[in-house]
């Protein structure tokens, strides 16, 4: 007879797949996920009843006590939009590119402090990648990494690193 393998982890997690936390009153698609110590922040995305109505709110999902939290932001908010990229990066959650609203897609790049819940628009010093969707991010030491991703008219196999410090896209 096989061993079971031993329990790990919070108790409620394990069971995890077996709940059904309701979150943002209902089916959330195309949106972008990151996880900060004990917290899954959620960002934007879809409705499955309207595929043209994108959001822009943020979620966070306290893994200790489960209960999910709309996060209040200020500043530059970004636009509603779906597909977008999302990381962590030393504290502060970055977002680039997207599909908006009007189905025009994105190279934005915001910030938000979650010290403060404040967007920022960030302009680099020299030309950002261009309009895309799904593409990857990936943090590393001083900035991040952009890979690839879907254009209007052509998919990408690009490869950028943004200098955080400087402010600076080096491809």
């Not at 999302?86 to 997207?98: E, K, R, S, T, V």
């Not at 599909?99 to 897609?105: A, F, I, L, M, S």
Request: hydrophobic share 35%.
């Amino acid at each position: 007879m096989d061993k079971m393998p031993p329990k790990r982890g919070h108790p409620q997690l394990r069971s995890l797949l077996l709940l059904h936390l309701n979150f943002a009153k209902g089916a959330r698609l195309r949106h972008s996920s990151t996880l900060i110590s004990k917290k899954i922040y959620i960002f934007g995305g879809r409705t499955n009843t309207d595929p043209f109505l994108r959001m822009n709110n943020l979620f966070s999902l306290d893994l200790d006590t489960l209960n999910w939290d709309e996060v209040k932001c200020t500043g530059a908010v970004p636009s509603p939009r779906s597909s977008m990229s999302l990381i962590q990066h030393q504290g502060l959650l970055y977002i680039f590119g997207g599909c908006t609203e009007n189905e025009v897609y994105s190279k934005e790049l915001f910030s938000l402090n979650l010290k403060d819940n404040k967007w920022k628009c960030i302009q680099t010093k020299n030309e950002c990648p261009s309009e895309r969707v799904s593409s990857t991010m990936i943090s590393y030491e001083n900035g991040i990494f952009l890979l690839g991703g879907e254009g209007e008219v052509e998919d990408f196999s690009d490869f950028f690193f943004l200098n955080l410090s400087k402010q600076t896209l080096f491809y």
